[in-house]
């Protein structure tokens, strides 16, 4: 068995890693940290989430600083201010026995106290693309004795619309400093950073791109798609110690869901864009220290979590992006332990669990939304073993036994149990008392499509199309997250590059209008019109005159140039 004693690390280092408990490397540790001990040849290093990528390059980073001087040698960039944090922790706790100072600077917080931090002198900055530029404007940041570079979730910093701000970080840095990309996936646009700025990079890989971690196992519920929150509940209510994240496709709608089960008692709370840095913290630290159970969030937003113990991931939106899947049902499942990922789908998107099925190299195991029966059993049984496991303090109580005792001794044993359980179950079984069955059958969900067209529609134009992330799964979630909406009859929906179209029931056609034009997505605001086009020619017709009006703008490939905003032509 290798150890990290075998790496060829300083005495200090491997002193540091024994106090936190490491024994043996990772394979991306193992693979990684020889090489950059003995060379200064770039590294494109492919590993997924969890599997100890700030290890794998700051150990053997730590190994080569010098301590005696306090000028920056290395910069390690990461997209969001939680790993930014995590990561100086990491650095911190790796070098606890040299004389390494790590500086993270990040946005949310004040500038001048980084400027501070820098003005003072250390070895290692670990920082977001975007104070990191602030500060490279101000001149407080000196690059010129740089020997490493480490771009942390590459692919995540593309994603979050930081190209320019790395490529002119990048152009900064010595053609002579080490480069250490690291990334969970390697799109495109990664690969094109790695061929500018990288020299004769040595590839370094563990596992297959997109291949599910072991110790996950994943399922799926198939309910319709207005019954999708119901579902949520009935899940969280069948595992009551369940300790995970909820994952939406907006902060919208991650923001709503979080509200709505906080109101309805379940300890929960939500981390998304609207959030300032103090409140976003505030519940990162009650999610890490376990006072919170549940955690609903983005993917952007969930950057930067670092939880070994999660018992769940509950795909509330499956993503677009089979890589996207992975990285969440990567949370779980770590350091050895097991874990559980959970979609819940309505019958459309079964083509998409197979996909990913395909990719991951695992299947999915169809499970059904528990009856109200099942969860009032799986609570009473939780309840029981916290009886039967909790700890008695019998010096806080001891004086409270005699009058007890006194108000209870015309109860038996029976009954005494009876009351006692029945203080925390009746809510359950009040409850679920009359619950529906939320499982879909899938071919009586084929049978009944087959028969909507009988239903009379209204069509209507969206301003949203695939340039906003829009899919056929999204449109019918923003049309049942809209109060009355979600009991309407939705039929063909044709999702365009720039505008869309779908059909709603008839009788809806003024609620549509009312409710859809107050909401936004994904910071879009929402545009809905009765649409004149009623058939697919009409639709091309449109859809080329808006293009034909926009060619310009549509002929620049290059950066993240702002567009003006047009109207479409409909």
């Given amino acids: 068995m290798v150890t990290f004693a075998d790496l060829g690390l300083r005495l200090e280092i491997i002193r540091a890693i024994e106090d936190l408990g490491f024994e043996k490397p990772t394979p991306i540790q193992e693979k990684t940290i020889p090489f950059i001990l003995s060379s200064d040849r770039d590294v494109l290093a492919f590993a997924q989430t969890g599997t100890g990528k700030t ?24 997209p969001t201010r939680e790993l930014c944090l995590q990561i100086t922790k990491d650095m911190e706790n790796y070098s606890k026995y040299l004389q390494t100072k790590i500086i993270p600077v990040y946005g949310g917080s004040s500038i001048e106290k980084q400027i501070e931090d820098l003005r003072r002198g250390g070895q290692v900055v670990v920082g977001t693309p975007g104070r990191i530029m602030d500060l490279i404007k101000r001149k407080k940041l000196n690059f010129s004795q740089i020997k490493h570079l480490v771009l942390d979730e590459a692919d995540e910093m593309l994603t979050m619309g930081f190209k320019d701000d790395l490529d002119a970080i990048l152009a900064q840095v010595s053609k002579d400093a080490q480069t250490l990309l690291f990334s969970a996936t390697m799109p495109r646009e990664v690969i094109s950073i790695a061929e500018k700025y990288m020299h004769d990079p040595e590839q370094i890989s563990v596992g297959e791109r997109n291949q599910g971690a072991k110790n996950v196992s994943h399922y799926y519920y198939m309910v319709q798609a207005k019954d999708r929150y119901e579902a949520l509940k009935r899940i969280t209510d ?22 709505n089960l906080m109101q309805e008692g379940y300890n929960a709370d939500a981390i998304h864009g609207d959030l300032s840095q103090a ?73 998409k669990i197979n996909l990913i099925e395909k990719k991951i190299g695992k299947k999915f195991e169809r499970s059904l939304v528990p009856t109200g029966k099942e969860i ?43 009351r006692l359980i029945s203080v925390e179950f009746n809510r359950f079984l009040a409850y679920y008392k009359d619950a529906d069955d939320l499982n879909v059958n899938p071919k009586r969900e084929k049978a009944i499509q087959q028969r909507k067209g009988k239903v009379e529609f209204c069509r209507f134009f969206i301003n949203l199309g695939t340039k906003n992330q829009l899919t056929i799964p999204g449109l019918i979630e923003l049309i049942n997250s809209q109060g009355n ?26 609620e549509v209008m009312r409710v859809l034009n107050q909401t936004d997505f994904q910071g879009i605001r929402v545009q809905v019109e009765p649409s004149k086009n009623k058939d697919r020619a009409q639709t091309q017709y449109s859809e080329k005159r808006y293009f034909d009006k926009d060619k310009k703008d549509k002929s620049y490939s290059g950066g993240t140039r702002k567009r003006k905003k047009r109207k479409p032509a409909y």
């Fill in 238 to 259: 069948m595992h009551p110690n369940i300790y995970g994240i909820i994952f939406c496709r907006t902060r919208n709608e991650a923001r709503d869901i979080a509200q």
């Fill in 55 to 78: 290890a794998a390059f700051g150990l053997p980073m730590l190994h080569r600083i010098d301590t005696n001087t306090k000028i920056i040698q290395a910069l390690v960039l990461c």
């Fill in 376 to 418: 009032c059993e799986s609570q009473l049984l939780n309840l029981v073993d916290k009886i039967e496991t909790m700890q008695v303090d019998e010096s806080e109580i001891q004086s409270y036994l005699p009058e007890i005792s006194q108000k209870l001794a015309d109860l038996s044993r029976e009954d005494l149990l009876k």
């Fill in 279 to 351: 409140q976003r913290d505030q519940v990162m630290g009650r999610f890490r220290t376990k006072q919170l159970q549940i955690l609903v969030a983005t993917d952007v937003a969930a950057r930067g979590i670092d939880v070994d113990d999660l018992t769940h991931v509950i795909n509330y939106n499956l993503p677009d992006d089979v890589e996207v899947y992975t990285h969440r049902s990567g949370r779980t499942g770590r350091a050895g332990k097991s874990g559980i990922s959970i979609a819940i789908i309505h019958s459309r998107e079964l083509s």
């Fill in 485 to 510: 909406l979600r009991r309407a009859q939705i039929g063909k929906i044709e999702v365009l590059k720039s505008f869309s179209f779908f059909e709603i029931e008839g009788e809806y056609e003024d």
